[in-house]
């Protein structure tokens, strides 16, 4: 994981463990907010997530981190984003 995300970025190791021992605040889960969340989750950075909306089954086309399951329910963004 860390030579592909490396490679991406040309990050260093010491900025690659920065960032896992940071902790990142997204505001917004939409369609920006939640690829963001998610490229940051999957690299290793805490989030705190706020979103003070609720999903809707247009949602599910914006973003990849929802399931329909969770569109349909109408379920808060950053509950469901978790």
Known sequence: MFSRFKALRNYSKHEVEKLKSSRVAIV???????????????????????????LEPNDCYSSNIYTPDQCEKSLPKAKAAE
Request: aromatic residues 4%; negative net charge; proline residues 0%.
């Open 28 to 54: 917004g889960l939409g369609a920006t907010g939640s690829v963001i969340a998610e490229n940051l989750a999957r690299h290793g950075a805490n989030l705190l997530l706020v979103d003070r909306d609720y």
